[in-house]
């Protein structure tokens, strides 16, 4: 049998620049390797894993005590932010945070993947999608702060801690986003 | 044994503020690497059309613990010495489907949020945003929590003191566990991309 033979197109210079638009994405087992080894970085170099909801509590408390110092210092939650002399943001996890978007910044540049845009399916409209935006992300505040973090903290962190209540945390959250995924298709396939 | 240096004294805070910064730099890196400041990749996890946030979680995990089991092995590391977040089983139940249901609705978790409003995302903004009220909303209720919150308390509590079994036979398990789930990972991909297919032609 004749084997079809697929070749580069003759006229295409193979050291010329590659085509525009986003680069495809990193394997996941690589890109999954390198955010473990970053993981396992930061237990070795401070002794504590990563995090992001508790960098917002610490700005949430922050921009509050600007309004209203003896609420923020009382406040049960936001109270846990708040001690100390140091600067709220003074804060493991809010440098990290920062970090975090530079990281993704130029992850994004060198790959061409930074746009402008709203991430939605073809379904929905712009201003319901940004309407569920806000609600997930009020509704996962809820979640984190019972929780006592989230994906990366509890996840993440306590995944590879072998943390019994990270574990229970994981299994929870897989549950709960599959349980939802049905009622929600129309905002995303 | 040297490890963890900031535990053990070898730097003070504005130096691990620092490295707070890299590892945050490292952290979203290889979120965006691996597509994770895109909603529509990361929600392809509960469709069941693109397992990466399965696998690259758990090749994460796989990894980080790995290391800490080998360095704490070879008298490396004291890993009484990392922070453990206590147990508190109910509330982390509760709270984990909370944020399973936020994650569908909303499209991303706190972390890569952030990776997506740096990348340009404006729903990622606007997440970050709700997100943030959220947070002063938990706050202002958060006497009617105060219950919950406590809900099956622990303390600190790993998986091999819970089962009662040794620590490297769990490390084991999550290994072969993981691998399993990557080839089923793959395999409903598969099964998921041809059904796809089909419906379309038909």
Redesign the interface.
Known sequence: MERIVVTRDVMEDPAGPPPPGPRP??N??L????????????????????G??GA??S???W??SLVAPDYAKD????GNYLNGDDHPL?A??V??????????????LL?R?????????PRISIAG??A??????????????????????????????????????????????????WF??K??? | MM?????LGAFGDET????????????????????F?????L?????LRDL?VF???????????L??TY?AWAGY?DLS?????????V??????????????????????????????????L???????????????A??L??G??GAGE?G???????LGVP?GV??FA?VVLAVAG?AGATWIERKMAARDAAAVTR
């Open positions: 994405y990193t996941p087992y890109a999954g390797v390198g955010l473990g080894l970053v993981l396992l970085a930061a237990f070795v170099l401070v002794g504590r894993g990563l992001a909801s917002f509590n700005l949430v408390a921009l509050t406040n049960p939650f936001l003074k493991w996890l440098f990290e945070l920062v970090g975090v978007a530079i990281g993704a910044l130029v992850s994004g790959a993947r930074v746009v402008r845009t709203i991430e939605r399916g999608r940004l569920l935006a806000f609600l997930g992300g009020a509704l996962m505040a809820f979640g984190a702060a019972i929780a006592r973090g989230c994906t990366s903290g509890q996840a993440l962190t306590g995944g590879a801690m072998l943390n019994l209540g990270s574990w229970v945390f994981m299994l929870a959250l897989f549950a709960g986003a599959y349980a939802t995924a929600l298709r905002e995303w396939r | 490890a963890p240096f900031y535990k691990a503020l620092l490295i707070a910064f890299l590892v945050g730099i490292g952290f979203g890196f290889f979120l965006e690497r691996a597509g400041g895109s909603a529509r990749k929600v392809a996890q509960f469709y990466a696998k690259v979680m758990f090749s994460a995990i796989v990894t980080a613990m290391g800490l360095l590391l010495l990392v922070y453990l977040v206590p147990t508190f089983w509330a982390q139940l509760v709270g984990g489907l909370l944020l399973g249901i936020g994650f569908v609705v909303g499209g991303y978790c706190p972390g890569t949020s952030i990776a997506a409003t740096a990348t340009g995302r404006f729903d990622g606007v997440y970050v945003a709700g997100f943030a009220v959220g947070t002063l909303g938990f706050a202002i958060s006497p929590f105060d919950l919150l622990l600190p509590t790993t998986l091999p003191q819970a620590y769990i490390v999550v990557f």
